[in-house]
Nanobody, 112 residues
Framework: VQLQASGGGLVQPGGSLRLSCAASTTIFSIYTMGWYRQAPGKQRELVATSAGNTNYADSVKGRFTISRDNAKKTVYLQMNSLKPEDTAVYSC?????????WGKGTQVTVSS
């Protein structure tokens, strides 16, 4: 499975961005899709996952929304009310059983 993330960029505090991650697989629906992020000098952390339900890190609850379109084999991350501490490289992950795939990240910078 190959994953291609896009949609990152520079945004002011309080702004919004939508990330997309397209997957090259014929069975996208079986995968738990997740967004992770890694800020400079910090460990990678889970942001949100989407399977039969959705889960969010406490730090993004109420601001970020993960969604997926199985027909388009794409997972999205709508990020609202962005804060400088959201600055990181965001990567998507596809997981099914013992299989786990990562895409290249996309940089999100929140700064005035």
């Amino acid at each position: 499975v190959q994953l291609q993330a896009s949609g990152g960029g520079l945004v002011q505090p309080g702004g919004s961005l939508r990330l997309s991650c397209a997957a090259s697989t014929t069975i996208f629906s079986i995968y738990t899709m997740g967004w992770y992020r890694q800020a400079p000098g910090k460990q990678r952390e889970l942001v949100a996952t989407s399977a039969g339900n959705t889960n969010y890190a406490d730090s993004v609850k109420g601001r970020f929304t993960i969604s997926r379109d199985n027909a388009k084999k794409t997972v999205y991350l709508q990020m609202n009310s962005l804060k400088p501490e959201d600055t990181a490289v965001y990567s998507c992950n596809a997981k099914a059983g013992l299989q786990s795939y990562w895409g290249k990240g996309t940089q999100v910078t929140v700064s005035s």
